[in-house]
Structure formats: structure tokens, C-alpha cells
């Protein structure tokens, strides 16, 4: 038995996988601290989405010299609520937010900011 090669047992094949799948497995083997940090560019044209700033109304506000119970009371919200919204905790309802900057006797789009100025 001494120098006698051991056959292998013939296996099938793996049958090729395709190049989605190939790239999901890659992924989801990627360590979790590669992650990026960075979104790409937007090619030029793309709208930038837009979203209510909560800073800016507490500076609209405050220039207005309005107090967060006159916002409210003219709003027809609570004063949590408006402490919500200037804090970045909740957002508007578009009618809601349309009230605030008719009270405030600005347009609107005085309380939008783009999504990566809104976080800032």
C-alpha cells in the first residue's frame, strides 16, 4: 500500500457565475470600514434635491422678532412642534411650511437648503 496514489473523488464543476453576482458577493465580503465617504459627483443638470432648513427658520424668525408661541399660534401648531422643526427634529408638512413663511412674510424657498448644506 506503501506508494500507491490515493484516487480523488471527481467533483462536478462549478457551473460560471455572472458578473452581478460576482460583484454582490464582493461586497458583502468587503470589511465594513471601507465604506465610502463620499457621493459622486452629479453630472451637471441633475436638480439637487432640496430640504426644509430648521436654522434658517430660528433666524427668519428671530429677524421677524417673533417669539416660537406667535409662530405657533399663527401656524396653528404647538410651540414643540416649532422647536422640532428649528432643531432639525421633525419636518413640515408643506402646508405647514408654507404657513410658517407666509407668517414670516418670506417665500418658501428662503427655508430650503440643499440636502448636504441642510445637514451642515
Same mark, same amino acid.
Not at 414643540?80 to 422643526?85: K, N, Q, T, V
Given at each position: 500500500?506503501?506508494?500507491?496514489?490515493?484516487?480523488? /473523488?471527481?467533483?462536478?464543476?462549478?457551473? /460560471?457565475?455572472? &458578473?452581478? &453576482?460576482?460583484?454582490?458577493?464582493?461586497?458583502?465580503?468587503?470589511? &465594513?470600514?471601507?465604506? $465610502? !465617504?463620499?457621493? /459622486?459627483? %452629479?453630472?451637471?443638470?441633475?436638480?439637487?434635491?432640496?430640504?426644509?432648513?430648521?436654522? %434658517? !427658520?430660528?433666524?427668519?424668525? $428671530? !429677524?421677524?422678532?417673533?417669539?416660537?408661541?406667535?409662530?405657533?399660534?399663527?401656524?396653528? $401648531?404647538?410651540?414643540?412642534? =416649532?422647536?422640532?422643526?428649528?432643531?432639525?427634529?421633525?419636518?413640515?408638512? =408643506? /402646508?405647514?411650511?408654507?404657513?410658517?413663511?407666509?407668517?414670516?412674510?418670506?417665500?418658501?424657498?428662503?427655508?430650503?437648503?440643499?440636502? %448636504?448644506?441642510?445637514? &451642515?
Amino acid at each position: 500500500m506503501h506508494g500507491v496514489a490515493k484516487e480523488r /473523488p471527481v467533483t462536478a464543476a462549478r457551473p /460560471p457565475r455572472d &458578473a452581478n &453576482a460576482e460583484q454582490d458577493e464582493q461586497a458583502r465580503l468587503r470589511p &465594513a470600514w471601507r465604506v $465610502r !465617504l463620499r457621493d /459622486p459627483p %452629479r453630472p451637471l443638470g441633475v436638480p439637487v434635491s432640496r430640504t426644509f432648513s430648521g436654522p %434658517r !427658520l430660528r433666524h427668519q424668525r $428671530r !429677524l421677524a422678532g417673533l417669539s416660537v408661541h406667535d409662530v405657533a399660534a399663527r401656524v396653528g $401648531r404647538s410651540c414643540w412642534s =416649532i422647536y422640532a422643526y428649528e432643531r432639525g427634529q421633525a419636518v413640515p408638512p =408643506i /402646508p405647514v411650511a408654507d404657513a410658517i413663511a407666509d407668517t414670516l412674510g418670506l417665500p418658501l424657498d428662503r427655508f430650503l437648503a440643499d440636502d %448636504r448644506q441642510a445637514v &451642515a
